[in-house]
């Protein structure tokens, strides 16, 4: 038997990123508390030498390696990019929060590092398997990043909650998936979309499978009706963890889609397009009017994610380069908003207090101008207000859905959006029109955490006023 040296070249990034995760993990161990910074310092620099060598082995051309099951590609480079710097940036937000907490100890890191290697996979799957090890690594990893706090009864039953329902989710992914083996005898995406489109394939079979992997799809997404587990693990978690959850695992959402409803099932998108639209209305309806009810910023938040996952699935139902171009675009909008939001969050919370109710961000205005200004900038493009990055988000995305003649679909994704502007502009109102408590403190952080939320803030801004280069690049990623 032949065996094939895979071109170990193309993953490069992940392996250094699995040697850095484990150095650091070493290195933590011979450092006192007031070292620990050396830490925070050596996971920016894996992250900083993970984005230049995926930028050095882009070559522009598909590339496969590891007997198929890994691919290099145009989608992955641009999504690897993406979570390097959301992953950075929400290093940077967190360390203050958790120094503040005598949380700051280098199993964040560490943690926070194997859970992007496992976005990584996810990312470069081109195999059933390499999916299912890819987010396997990426969910352990987040199991213990929500319990991270051992001390807050809160945080443990949220990582438990988390545990049980995401165990369950991974248990019908992978019951789907080796349906899907078991009658197309390959694990190899291509190969399986190849016999899926087959006349001759059993059909009924595909379908059950669609469903099992649909489920497990719509449960990372986090979409209703598959969407309990949110709410409860948002609020429970150190913020700096939801902060972390928010962001770039949406990003991998939208990947392992791609890769398993397009790649695999793309000539089963007549079956899993319907699905995914009663997912879509569903989550437009729970997300927007359930966030109304809301009192808690985080629980108010984590329904806003519901809500924007249910407009990201229309993009891809649409079935469509243009769909699935609109919808990358939404995904990366999204988690620059969602960084902004939970940011401003943490900037406002300080030792022995977290800024969790919507009421401490009343008068944010007259404590900090420009940070409420920031603050106004992610609610805006949230709500899809123009000119912000979130308008012309929403706006691909229906125009995508118009495009296919669905535009009882658009119709209904704008009535929502209508009614999930209410609670945005309410935030915006704390902030402007409401005077601040008399025990209100004035905000402290960093200067680097500032640059970053200033910079966070700002590029919504600018991908609002122009849109064009980053969908420009969504286009040609996808095609």
């Known amino acids: 038997m032949n065996l094939e040296m895979p071109n170990l070249m ?35 620099v894996t992250l900083l030498g993970a984005f230049l060598l995926t930028l050095w082995i882009h070559s522009g051309v598909a590339r496969h390696t590891f007997g198929g099951s890994f691919v290099s590609d145009d ?7 993406v979570v390097y710097v959301l992953t950075s940036a929400v290093f940077v937000y967190s360390r203050d929060y958790l120094r503040d907490r005598d949380l700051f100890k280098g199993e ?40 991270f706090d051992r001390d807050s009864i809160r945080a443990s039953e949220a990582a438990m909650k988390y545990f049980v329902l995401s165990a369950l989710a991974s248990g019908t992914l992978l019951y789907g998936l080796s349906l899907l083996y078991g009658v197309t005898g390959t ?32 449960f990372k997404f986090g979409a209703a009706p598959f969407h309990m587990w949110i709410p409860d693990v948002y609020q429970g978690a150190p913020t700096s963890v939801t902060l972390y959850l928010s962001v770039a695992p949406k990003v991998a959402a939208f ?49 806003s994610t519901i809500a924007h996952m249910g407009f990201l ?19 990366v909008v999204y988690a620059l908003m969602s960084l902004g939001a939970f940011g401003v969050v ?86 402007y029109f409401d005077a601040a408590e008399e025990n209100a403190q004035p905000l402290g952080s960093g200067l680097e955490m500032r640059l970053v939320l200033s910079a966070n803030g700002l590029l919504l801004l600018a991908l609002g006023i122009y849109p064009s280069v980053l969908l420009a690049l969504c286009g040609v990623t996808i095609g």
């Open 75 to 81: 989608m992955s480079q641009l999504l690897k990019l």
């Open 313 to 331: 699935l229309l993009g891809l139902l649409a079935g469509t380069q243009g769909g699935y171009s609109a919808a990358l675009f939404y995904a």
């Open 187 to 218: 694990l190899d995406m291509t190969q399986v979309a190849t016999l899926a489109a087959h006349p001759a394939s059993d059909h009924r079979v595909l379908l059950l499978a669609l469903a099992f992997v649909l489920v497990g799809v719509a």
């Open 346 to 431: 943490i900037l406002l919370s300080r030792a022995g207090f977290e800024a969790e109710e919507l009421d401490d961000f009343k008068g944010l205005n007259q404590r900090s101008p420009w940070f409420a200004f920031m603050m106004l900038i992610v609610m805006f493009s949230m709500a899809g207000v123009p000119p912000t990055a979130g308008f012309y988000a929403k706006l691909a995305v229906l125009r995508a859905v118009v495009d296919v003649h669905q535009s009882w679909l658009a119709i209904v994704a704008v009535l929502f959006s209508l009614i999930g502007a209410f609670y945005y502009l309410r935030v915006v109102k704390l902030m």
């Open 108 to 147: 964040y890191f560490v943690l926070g590092l194997f859970g992007m290697l496992g976005m990584m996979i996810i990312i470069s799957a081109h195999s059933l398997l390499t999916v299912y090890l890819g987010l396997e690594l990426f969910s352990l990893s987040l199991y213990a990043m929500v319990a």
């Open 255 to 303: 990947a392992m889609a791609v890769r398993l409803l397009v790649d695999t099932l793309g000539p089963l998108q007549a079956s899993w397009g319907p699905m995914l639209m009663v997912l879509a209305v569903l989550s437009l309806a729970v997300g927007n009017v359930i966030a109304i009810a809301q009192t808690n910023i985080k629980r108010m938040l984590a329904y």
């Open 10 to 44: 193309l993953v490069a990034p992940e392996l250094f990123v699995l040697g850095m995760a484990c150095l650091v993990l070493v290195v933590d161990l011979f450092l006192t508390d007031a070292q620990r910074g050396f830490t925070y310092l050596l996971s920016q």
